[in-house]
């Protein structure tokens, strides 16, 4: 195990610098930066952590504070322009021999003054250096003395971030593009939101947006509604008519064949389009957009937008293949021979069976699957519902059935899931809007069995109540049947929604791609180790941090085929990273992975938010919420017209004034 | 709304409010620096911060909204010392030329240091310079003296809509600099070196021309556009050095490039400085003012008792003010006898403008242009607002970026407010009427109520399809279906038009249409607003003073024809280069057929050859009076410098005119005329400014049939003249300032066309039409379309409006290589 020599991080000053009992500290970081350099040293925004003593302190702060003023540093308050100035060239000085025991004194006594800086970039990084000024007084005093560094070389890798922007899969640079907002500059905003998202329409409608999870402005009061405002940026351009300034790069010779236009495809596209390549897309449906397409509804996510966003991508010269399902009208093998390199983002289409009895059966009814109901109802294909429906799930393809069931026609639509109300995967507004649009739900209960009349028809379903049993492992109390509470339902239809998974059958054995038992394609990782010796996971229980690369040469994997099925924004930012491992594999520049790729990946796993920072702000303006249209007539039949209405730019403004815009810089040693 | 407590002041305000504008209401006074109320705060310079209790940190008052309860403290040891540190870190590095800096004296920076008590610098940072950008026209940029305020660049985005600034760079390398890095190109209002706080951005015209407070300083009223807006000159022996505007102007401060930097008109070498009469020999010769006067005043007798008072005509000036015009037409239809009396108003506004007061009741505009900032839906139809009246551009940016208006933009052309437009209806030339119709039905269609009256109309357009609408005008009927969308429903709505509209063929029919549109759109309604607008400063006045033909006499054209037929044998052009009128060779021809040309001018123009008196006038800047905007406020300008040379100012002239003419006394003090006007004009004084008053509102509205729009000339190619941003009328192609932007007049051609035609961009064009020919250097662009051209009217060299025919901006023009 690590052993931490002196941290200050999190104002818990742990010092074994002196010998005695070693006081322990654990961190979320990993034991080497790559799988073979160690890491050495962390500072950053909440102080130091430092592994190795012979890391130079003072020449890192120098080195750290140089790269702040000179890269990151906004210029746009006087504190932070000049403050940080002054501090940098201090401490330039004194590992250069010319300080002052003095430039101590103005260091800390300027670090002070960023405390009234405008954003929080400047203060956080005042945090380390004021403990290092503090803590390793005498390593800058021998500076100051004359002594000459002794301590070996070490490498410095820094990366810009902000909360926000770490929890975002896509890390979309975001206090940049609420910034601009704040500016009346709607076009430099989306400018900022399309470097790393290039379906902003969607994105801006559809995303869970865990951004605002881990949004400071939440411990003053209530996050920014970020997702609200990347619409606010793509709908000014669209009801403005403008055109996209984006220009592709100079043509590229070699091609990149893509499965799938799908988010994640989609995403890989554009960024490869960008850099010139040119990219074909094979799609195995009449449209583009993938799960965004016939997985959400048009009342969340406008088809006319979703297709603007397509038709910009297509106008950087992709091509897109429609009808064209990869392993039927075209084999894998033949995209490898015409493509250089060929990325697979086919998602999760497949619908999960649900496991009763009589689902195998045959039942006029019967729905194979949620996502199968919805596809067929946006294609404009008979969905074979009839008018009572009956949805098995809780998630959000489960709310998206019943809603949808009731712009179908339904006259009664019925959610049922296992477990209670506050534990559906489902995001808590889309239940509410179920609910206000007439849905009706039941909680706790089970289908046990589907019930048909002799012409085979569904007629009903059987049920059981569920109570909660003992915690589980994860602390999380399963749902048991109730014995003997069985009871019916009537019914003419069921839809299972209870999930999805990929099919990769189009992927033949002799190519040699590994794939799990959940269906979803194994890539290439860096091998990073956490303090305990075990790899390093992601949320979704994937390897930490990964280029995307299957075990076939050339052939590269992303999306919810490769994560296992999540959502729209973590398959652009699958489909962004595996863009820029392509292009430097047709480089010839190797596939691993860049400093800022591996610093993005750490620090999502260190954590750049904490929920408990006390934040102090007056909390004088309350969240903006955009404006929908009420009543159950936006529910009638075939009224797919959005339901949320986004914000007005003044509101949008307003909005934006919240963010209290928490850039700040992490920096490790190797 | 909200209470809170400042200083222990308690204090209630709305809902929104920062706690800087909370403290100003009762009186406390927080230190800002950056801050300016006309942009969003920006938060940048800090000095601002206070204590707000149970927040540890210090809050910026600038851009904090008050909350209900809190208690805010303003001035505490601690934040004393906080601004005087912040103070300290803001002149680490500060350059020390304040000696030779322009904006010693008036520098905030130097004002807040010594407030703030920075009066030792206890921080250092290794010195870097940046280069000066003395390659910038018109403006000079020093970044070493820039404090990152941001007020240039959020005024150059959010006043002006201009994006050619912005602040660049990161850390103490951060920078405001052009957006590409090359020499400033945009529009050169200067608005944004107007409100630098230090010496980073000015203004080249002005550098070492005198210390700010060396100046003698008047207040008066630009006169190039129709927006009126209220400016200072800053005068020193004798020479206007610059012109600037406060912010709390009705403008707020902000001027275009002719207002801010068109004074420089004022020193041309082309002023006239001294009274000529022909000679013997046909020759202009210097006189003195008896000389002229009564040369002018006895010919004018001698042909009135020879051919009667309808043998004379004057042509007057949308220039001039009130009390001349008031007197040129006195002299005229009093004196002389004549109703022969027009100007170039008679072109199209005049009788647009007597339109208006035909269906609405309102001459000028129906609302002042501050109803422009909150309205809900802008329709801005056939004018190009940045030429045409800046000032109300910026109220139609403000409304459309801050107050969540609509913007639907109708034009031949891209103009720079397509960027902010929701639709950008760009019709095909000539397609006005349909496009008109086409609005008004999808308006209608949209739900909107049809307005009482309106059956009739409603049936006709019931009568065609929005589809054949759209096509006539060449635009997808859907564009116009969703700008109907835009409009229906809105509570508060404007409805803009200019030139493009009010001097096209049938533009009457068209004006009429418009007027229709108003109504069905809502914009007669309280609180909405219909604005006709002209470019030039004072046509409403101009109107209003009576410079206009007398019933039964001839107006514009019916005097040049008298001339050509003989029976017009004198002429007065006051401030009228007829000369340079559509169908210029024939407004020379008939020019040399008189036998009397008195002309009265500011400048050598082009009619002048053919003068038999000259009087050379006054400028703005250098006489008093009233100039009535184009919403109707009456605004007293006021003299800055004398008149160069012997030049007077009209009024006089005028007056001595008269005197002469009949041999009782005209007074020809402004006061003087003003009274005398006063009586025959219904104007109305509030808060020491004078305003028309409002006419009487017609109840119900007329509406016109539709009307059958003449047959399209496709296929043909048509030259729009019109005005640019960069000059107003002919007078800034005399200023020094404008011209080093905008040197030269061109054609504009689409790309399709400059193809097909083998001209390239740079190359040389000529227009031919049934008046004259045109040529100039080509300018290949999309922002028109294919078979239009457009060419800017300023210029003299290129004489634009001498390919046009009649009143109409629009001529069909055979195009070649020349």
Known sequence: MAEVVFSSWGRNIVDNRKGGEVKPASFKLPVTYDGERPLSAFIGWDGIILYNKDVDIPVMLAEYMKRAQTKYVCGKCTPGKKGTRVIMDALTRIVQGNGKEEDLDTILEVCELLSHAKCTLCPSCAVPVRDAVTHFRDAFVNYIRGAKSLSKEFTYIEKYTAPCMDKCPAHIDIPAYIEAIKDYRYDLSLEAIRNSMPLPSVCGRVCPHPCETACRRKNVDESINIMVLKRTASDYEWMHERQPPMLPKPKKGKSIGVVGAGPAGLAAAYYLALEGYPVTIYEALPIGGGMVAVGIPPYRQPRHLLQRDIDIIQSLGVEIDYNCRVGKDISLDELKKKHAAVFLAPGAHRSKPMGVEGEDKGYQGFLTGGIDFLRAAYLGLPTGMGKKVFVVGGGNTAIDCVRVALREGAEESTLVYRRSRAEMPADVWEVDGADHEGVKFEFQVLPTKVIANEKNEVTGVELIRMALGEPDASGRRRPEPVPGSEFIIECDTIIPAIGQDADLSFIPAELGIDTTKWSTIVTKYVPLKGENGKDLMDSMGNPLSRTLITNCDGIFAGGDAEIGPLTVVACIGSGHRAAKVIARYLEGEGISLTDDERMEDILSYFGVYDKNEKVSWLDSASREGQSEIHGAERASYKNYCEVELGFVNSQAVREAERCLRCYRIGMVAV | ?818
């Open chain 2, 1 to 818: 709304m909200v209470s809170l407590t400042i200083d222990g002041k308690s204090v209630q305000v709305e809902k929104g409010t920062t706690i800087l504008e909370a403290a100003a209401t009762v009186g406390i006074k927080i230190p800002t620096l950056c801050w300016l109320k006309k942009v969003s705060p920006t938060g940048a310079c800090r000095v601002c911060a206070v204590e707000v209790e149970g927040v540890d940190r210090t809050m910026t008052a600038c851009n904090t909204p008050v909350k209900e309860g809190i208690k805010v403290t303003t001035d505490t040891p601690a934040l004393k010392e906080a601004r005087k540190k912040i103070m300290e870190l803001m002149l680490v590095n500060h350059p020390l030329d304040c000696p030779v800096c322009d904006a010693g004296g008036e520098c905030d920076l130097q004002d807040s240091c010594y407030g703030l008590g920075a009066t030792r610098q206890e921080y250092s940072a290794v010195l870097e310079r940046r280069p000066i950008r003395y390659d910038w026209p018109i403006l000079e940029s020093d970044p070493n003296r820039c404090i990152l305020c941001e007020k240039c660049v959020k005024v150059d985005h959010e006043v002006v809509g201009c994006n050619a600034i912005e602040v660049v760079d990161r850390g103490e390398a951060t920078i405001i600099d052009t957006v590409d890095g090359k020499p400033l190109n945009c529009e050169f209002c200067g608005n944004c070196a107007a409100v630098c706080p230090t010496g980073a951005l000015i203004t080249k015209s002005f550098k070492f021309k005198g210390r700010p407070w060396s100046f003698a300083r008047v207040q008066s009223v630009c006169n190039f556009c129709g927006s009126g807006c209220q400016i200072e000159y800053h005068a020193k022996e004798g020479r206007v050095m610059r012109v600037t505007s406060d912010d709390a102007t009705f403008n707020d401060g902000n001027l275009c490039i002719n207002g801010r930097f068109g004074y420089s008109y004022l020193e041309s070498p082309e002023r006239l400085t001294t009274p000529m009469v022909k000679d013997g020999s046909g020759k202009l010769a210097i006189c003195d003012w008896k000389t002229a006067i009564s040369t002018a005043a006895g010919k004018l007798k001698e042909i009135v008792s020879r051919d009667g008072a309808a043998a004379v005509a004057g042509l007057g000036s949308p220039r001039v003010t009130n009390e001349e015009s008031f007197l040129f037409q006195k002299f005229l239809k009093g004196a002389v006898g004549t109703g022969n009396v027009d100007s170039e108003a008679g072109l199209g506004f005049a009788q647009a403008q007597a339109l208006m007061a035909e269906k609405f009741g309102f001459t000028g505009t129906s609302a002042t242009i501050d109803t422009i900032d909150k309205a809900q839906a802008i329709i801005v139809f056939g004018t190009d607002l940045n030429a045409e009246a800046t000032n109300v551009e910026y109220r139609v940016i403000k409304a459309a970026t801050k107050n969540d208006a609509k913007l639907i933009l109708a034009n031949m052309r891209d103009v720079k407010l397509k960027k902010f437009a929701n639709k950008n209806l760009k019709y095909l030339p000539g397609s006005e009427l349909s496009l008109i119709y086409a609005l008004m039905k999808a308006i209608l269609e949209s739900g909107a109520p049809l307005p009482a009256g309106a059956e009739a109309l409603k049936a006709d357009l019931d009568a065609v399809t929005l589809t054949d609408l759209a096509a006539q005008c060449g635009i997808p009927a859907d564009s116009i279906a969703q700008a109907g969308k835009l409009i229906a429903g809105k509570e508060r709505v404007a409805l803009i038009f200019g030139s493009d509209v009010i001097r096209s063929q049938q533009a009457a029919a068209k004006v009429a249409a418009l007027a229709d549109l108003a109504v069905i759109a809502g914009a007669n309604r309280e609180n909405g607003g219909v604005f006709p607008l002209d470019p030039k400063n004072n046509t409403v006045g101009l109107l209003d003073m009576g410079v206009a033909p007398a019933a039964s006499a001839q107006g514009l054209w019916g005097i040049v024809e008298g001339i050509e037929k003989g029976s017009i044998k004198a002429l007065y052009l006051m401030g009228c280069d007829l000369a340079g009128f559509p169908e210029s060779a024939r407004m020379k021809k008939a020019l040399a057929k008189l036998e009397l040309l008195i002309v009265q001018d500011i400048f050598h123009n082009d009619s002048l050859p053919f003068a038999d008196v000259v009087f050379p006038a006054a400028a703005a800047a250098e006489k008093s009076g009233t100039f009535t905007s184009s919403d109707n406020r009456v605004q007293p300008l006021a003299k800055s410098i004398n008149a160069p040379g012997d030049a007077r100012d009209d009024a006089a002239i005028l007056a001595d005119l008269y005197t002469a003419y009949t041999g009782t006394t005209q007074k020809g003090s402004h006061w003087a005329i003003f009274c005398e006007l006063e009586d025959a004009t219904p104007y109305k004084e509030s808060n020491g400014s004078y305003r028309k008053a409002a006419p009487a509102v017609k109840s119900a509205h007329a509406f016109a049939p539709v009307a059958k729009a003449a047959a399209s000339a496709q296929g043909k190619l048509q030259l729009l003249v019109g005005a640019i941003g960069f000059h107003n009328g002919t007078s800034t192609t005399r200023s020094e300032n404008n011209l080093s932007v905008s040197p030269a007049g061109y054609i504009e051609l689409h790309h399709t066309d400059a193809v097909s035609l083998g001209i390239k961009d740079g190359g040389q064009v000529k227009l031919s039409s049934a008046a004259g020919s045109v040529t100039g250097t080509a300018k290949v662009s999309d922002k028109v379309q294919p078979g239009l051209l457009f060419a800017p009217v300023h210029f003299r060299d290129l004489n634009a409006n001498g390919a046009l025919l009649g009143n109409s901006n629009i001529v069909e023009v055979k195009v070649e290589k020349a």
